[in-house]
């Protein structure tokens, strides 16, 4: 009778297993791609850092050119909500409106990321994040940077 | 004369002080003139194709009237050159300070540097270029345009 309960329980438990590990290694598989298609939230620092390493996503700095100029998250571009219209242009020559953009600016107390965020948009760009933590955050967790 | 003594006295601090000011400011602009042309690009003022040759004729006009004036070369001259500077600085400041921009404001760098002092447009800049306005004035007024090496002619004026 114990005999036949324990083969039960072990069926059942291998049925389970096989049924949910699967589909538990794809989440962690999808893991960046997930998070950037979250819901209209804006990204944290472990997200932004995963699309980051995952090299999935167009990383967009919207604070003004010569700020970039001295510092920036490493490979980002410059498109500046005060100099949005004079580089736009080249940006859409570089990045098509499928790609995967991640805008920040200074911090979460800075709009430019938000602005640039909505004028990609508006601009065919449907795949727009905005990490909010921005260069603050990014830079004091000792993530790459450049210029 | 003790009246002519200080007022010479005045001219020449004044002189020394500024000449010393604009090498710096002249000489840091030109050492990063791309961060330079960048930051008078936010002023959205002038045309984007005229922004490098802008960047660089501000730094060098900086560097040379400092040095003329550090040398009293033309001291007159070269105070009434940055004195039109300071104009046109405050003006286009002022402009975007109205229009709610904000931005670095491309005027002394190493003063954030070295004493923290904030370079964003706002009124601390803009009352800090009228300051240097002022103290311009008595040397475009005042202060000299000989040539030092020059032996005056006895009688001379």
């Given at each position: 009778m114990a005999g036949k309960t324990l083969r039960r329980t072990l069926v059942a438990s291998v049925i389970l297993l096989s049924i949910f590990l699967p589909a538990a290694s794809q989440l962690h598989a999808a893991e960046p791609a997930a998070l950037a298609k979250e819901g209209s939230g804006e990204l944290d620092l472990s997200a932004a850092k995963a699309l980051f390493d995952s090299h999935s996503a167009c990383f967009v700095d919207a604070r003004s050119e010569y700020a970039y100029y001295s510092s920036h998250i490493k490979g980002a571009l410059s498109l500046s909500d005060s100099r949005f219209d004079e580089q736009f242009p080249e940006f859409r020559q570089k990045k098509s409106t499928e790609t995967l953009i991640v805008v920040y600016c200074?911090?979460?107390?800075?709009?430019k990321a938000r602005h640039v965020a909505e004028k990609l948009k508006k601009n065919g760009y449907r795949n727009v994040r905005v990490f909010s933590g921005g260069l603050t955050e990014w830079s004091h967790a000792g993530f790459p940077m450049e210029g | 004369m003790p009246r002519i003594g200080f007022q010479s006295a005045l001219i020449t601090a004044l002189r020394l002080l500024l000449g010393a000011l604009f090498i710096m400011s002249g000489g840091e602009k030109l050492l990063d003139l791309k961060f330079f042309a960048l930051v008078i690009a936010e002023?959205?003022?002038?045309?984007s194709l005229l922004i490098p040759a802008v960047a660089l004729i501000v730094s060098l006009c900086e560097l040379v009237c400092g040095t003329m004036l550090l040398f009293d070369l033309f001291s007159r001259i070269s105070a009434s050159v940055m004195l039109c500077m300071m104009a046109i600085f405050i003006a286009a400041m002022t402009n975007n300070a109205m229009r709610g921009l904000e931005h670095?404001?491309?005027?002394?760098e190493f003063l954030s540097q070295w004493?923290?002092?904030?370079?964003?447009?706002?009124i601390g800049p803009i009352v800090r270029d009228i300051l240097f306005f002022i103290l311009l004035l008595p040397v475009a007024l005042l202060g000299s345009n000989r040539i030092p090496w020059k032996k005056q002619q006895p009688g001379g004026l």
């Open positions: 200074v911090g979460p107390g800075c709009s | 002023y959205q003022i002038l045309p670095d404001c491309g005027c002394f004493y923290g002092l904030k370079e964003e447009i706002g």
